[in-house]
């Protein structure tokens, strides 16, 4: 089975971390970069990205002629996805301990930032023949 | 590239190399590599004259260079000592060893299809839609695992045999469905994981021959995967079994699959494998949903649903009985099933469908779209959808 982890941001602004100590954004990037490989050592990562910042985020749709019609990003939203990883696990109790191993990402003081983590199954193929 | 060719020789070199060297976890690695050099050699010096005995060479090179390499360790006069190569084959260890208990479901998938199936790890990665680095390291997790739990690489007791075999066929019961349920085009490579698993199960019930519940495994791909080119649509979508094209279903696979269930049901021993493949070749052998045997099919579930107490088994034989018995009938059978199956979509769609065939036409919308909503699968959505539509106006 495989889920989507999704990690959370407050929105409205460049992300929190540029406001921290070097010391403490190098002790977050390393932390990220470790689990990265580990969900690899386990053999379960499909896919990880982190995303730009909010402040270079843009809302995009078409107008009439279906050209791009660019905006920036709401300001009142209050959530903003940071990044995610794709894994693939038997259960799904393993993919909510993995989030909540990411959930423990060191923040400015050294201490665990307790980051919200939404948790998604990504759709599949059918488990067996549809009958009828 | 002469692909069948290496995946049939593929457990053979390994056997023969691991009786020689032992450590299942660098053998199957230097198999693994000399099944890479004949991909890459043999389409331009052609296959050699003896292609079992070219590979079992350069893996047992490569096993010299890796004992040398570990020489520190290991004393090397003891493990490369040789020993007379006698001819058998060792698939059914192999596949003992691949599905070893102490492994999760994923690890022993991966590592049967690459020691047993021959496949190469970006073969396996791609069928499962996982990065190549993620599945080596699956496997090479599993063939640790393997090694901790200290179990040698052995001809099995009798024993042995029946109390792993169940694991084996579960193993290669999962390879099929994972191939089965895969749609066309852009998952071809997936639909030959069913192939590969009629293979290696053909094999199995070669090499133990007289097990009824192995004929039992093999006859039920055979029958379901006749069905496969006429399950789903042009674009993917799911065609449900009284919609499907029956000129399409595969014939021969359909009279091979039963006569092996038949000659299984004829040795005693019935088992979950032989009521599965039974039933799979009613609705095969039926030239429509009306003609089908429906009272052997819900008889086939009754015996189905002695051995484990399945909820979904209960699902199927409701079904049946509605097909026998009318809607009403189903429906009452399924609220009793209502506390094993809550928030379930299945319990939502089979109800949504019987709702349906009984004129409730509001109900089966209900049912339908909460079944859509909790479906993991794509396809499956997408029909749930599509049956709701229709129903749409009613509500």
Known sequence: MKFMLMMNTPGGGPYQIAKWPPAAITAHIEFMKQFGKKLTANGELVAAEGLAGPDQARLVKAG???????????????????????????????????????????????????????????????PTEYKP | MNTPLLRELAPQVLGIVLRRFRDFA???????????????????????????????????????????????????????????????????????????????ASSQIALTLRAVGGLTTLEIAKAFLVPEATMAQR????????????????????????ARLGAVKHVLYLIFNEGYTASEGAELVRTDLAFEAIRLARSLVRLVPDEPELEGLLALMLL??????????????????????????????????????????????????????????????????????????????????????????????AIAIAMVEGPAAGLALISALEPRLAGHYRLDAVRGHLLERSGDQAGALVHYQRAAARTTSIAERDFLLARASRLKGFS
């Open chain 2, 224 to 317: 379901s995967d006749a069905r496969r080119t006429a399950r789903t649509g042009p674009a993917g979508e799911l065609i449900p079994l009284d919609e499907q094209d029956r000129t399409r279903w595969d014939r021969a696979q359909i009279a091979e699959g039963t006569q092996l269930v038949t000659r299984a049901f004829a040795r005693g021993g019935v088992g979950p494998y032989q009521l599965q493949a039974a039933i799979a070749a009613c609705h095969d052998e039926a030239a429509s949903t009306d003609a089908t045997d429906w009272a052997e099919i819900a008889a086939l579930y009754a015996a189905l649903y002695a051995y484990d107490h399945n909820p979904m088994v209960a699902l199927n034989h």
């Open chain 2, 26 to 104: 660098a053998c199957e690695d230097a198999v693994q590599e000399a099944l890479l050099a004949a991909a890459q050699q043999w389409p331009s010096t052609g296959v050699p004259d003896h292609p079992r005995a070219w590979l079992i060479n350069v893996a047992t090179r490569r096993m010299i260079d890796h004992v040398r390499a570990d020489v520190a360790r290991k004393r090397r006069e003891e493990l490369i000592e040789p020993e007379p190569v006698e001819e058998r084959d060792d698939t059914m260890e192999l596949l003992f060893t691949c599905c070893h208990p102490a492994l999760s």
């Open chain 1, 64 to 126: 009439k002629d279906g050209a791009p019609i660019t905006d920036g990003v709401f300001p009142e939203a209050k959530e903003f996805l940071a990044g995610y990883w794709i894994v693939d696990v038997d259960t799904a109790e393993r993919a909510y301990a993995l989030a909540a191993e990411a959930s423990m990402a060191p923040g400015p003081g050294g201490a665990p930032l307790h980051l919200p983590i939404e948790v998604r199954e990504v759709m599949s193929v059918p």
């Open chain 2, 139 to 162: 496997i090479s997790r599993a063939k640790a695992t393997i090694k901790d739990s200290g179990i040698p690489f052995a001809p099995p007791t009798a024993a042995d045999v029946i």
